[in-house]
């Protein structure tokens, strides 16, 4: 059995690459990505992930940056900062749930644009 953030590094690997295909590939077939406290679901199912991921990878360049990594038993939190080549940057906040193999579903922190949003 892979630890899970052996499993999540790979994934982040194939996100780097901006290979949606090999990205989808370490989500099991069921596997849900969603936004947490809420039910807005991002995607659902291995062939949606892909399709999505694949569609943000094909938009322009970026640079990945893991931040900060928290492992509690099968979770690992992610803050994960991307940068594009305007300077845009992206903090994100994952959660992901490991299984023994694959990823069971993600969850992203949505961060409000002003402290009167929170």
């Known amino acids: 059995m892979r630890a899970p953030e052996e499993i999540v590094d790979d994934q982040i690997e194939a996100y780097v690459r901006r290979d949606?295909?090999?990205?989808?590939?370490?989500?099991?077939?069921?596997?849900?990505?969603?936004?947490?406290?809420?039910?807005?679901?991002?995607?659902?199912?291995?062939a949606e992930i892909e399709t999505v991921w694949t569609r943000s990878l094909g938009r322009s360049a970026f640079e990945f940056r893991l931040a900060n990594r928290i492992v509690n038993g099968r979770y690992v939190v992610d803050h994960e900062v991307i940068t594009f080549p305007d300077a845009s940057v992206i903090q994100a906040v994952a959660v992901y749930l490991v299984g023994q193999e694959l990823i069971r579903q993600v969850w992203f922190l949505r961060t409000p644009a002003s402290a009167s949003e929170a």
């Open 20 to 46: 949606g295909s090999a990205f989808a590939a370490f989500y099991e077939m069921d596997a849900v990505c969603g936004v947490l406290g809420s039910d807005e679901v991002i995607a659902r199912g291995r």
